[in-house]
């Protein structure tokens, strides 16, 4: 398996589950983002129990290892749900990492040449910019359309089938409607992504 880098910080693999000590250092490494919190909330004791007795997951879901190298390792589902409980912004890194490296899919290639800007819902670009949502001003609206194309599918779909199963944090519940407004502006942009 590929290596994984999350803002510099390299993410120590132990058997297929994934530091979240490294991961937390990559996310600022503010205190009250330690695993141990997350790990203490309800919802993660669900889904962690959900993952061990889901039919087809053949291994641990979280492990703690002692010593100097050790940490707490989690499966990728659970990289993920952590990723989503620091922030937004975070779990679209930590998401935007693992479909590229993990699951295999090919790095999403930056043009070399700035992308033609296609005409936009200005109003929509706006609102945008103004949630923060990884985007600084208009004209890098549609950079991050182009790579939201590429994750922004198996996402939603992921956090809509949890909604009905779970109760969304706040954090998961702004991912959720950041995604579905960004899956509209996907579409209204349609064919002038990536060219």
């Not at 141990?36 to 290892?65: D, G, M, P, V, Y």
């Amino acid at each position: 398996m590929n290596a994984i880098q999350i803002s510099n910080v390299s993410i120590r693999q132990e058997d297929n589950l994934f530091n979240l000590n490294d991961l937390h250092k990559a996310s600022g490494g503010s205190k009250k983002h330690q695993p141990a919190f997350w790990l203490r909330n309800q919802q993660t004791k669900e889904l962690i129990a959900e993952i061990e007795n889901s039919a087809n997951f053949q291994s641990l879901a979280i492990q703690k290892i002692e010593g100097r190298n050790g940490g707490t390792f989690a499966c990728k589902e659970l990289v993920i749900h952590y990723a989503m409980w620091i922030s937004p912004k975070f779990s679209l890194q930590v998401i935007q990492t693992f479909l590229n490296t993990v699951s295999g899919s090919p790095a999403i290639e930056q043009p070399t040449q700035a992308p033609q800007i296609p005409d936009y819902d200005y109003g929509m670009a706006r609102l945008f910019v103004k949630h923060g949502a990884g985007v600084a001003q208009v004209s890098d609206l549609h950079m991050a359309l182009y790579q939201l194309s590429h994750i922004q599918g198996t996402f939603l779909k992921m956090l809509e089938h949890k909604a009905l199963h779970f109760k969304l944090n706040d954090a998961e519940q702004r991912c959720l409607e950041i995604l579905a407004s960004w899956q509209v502006a996907v579409a209204k942009v349609g064919a002038n992504i990536g060219k």
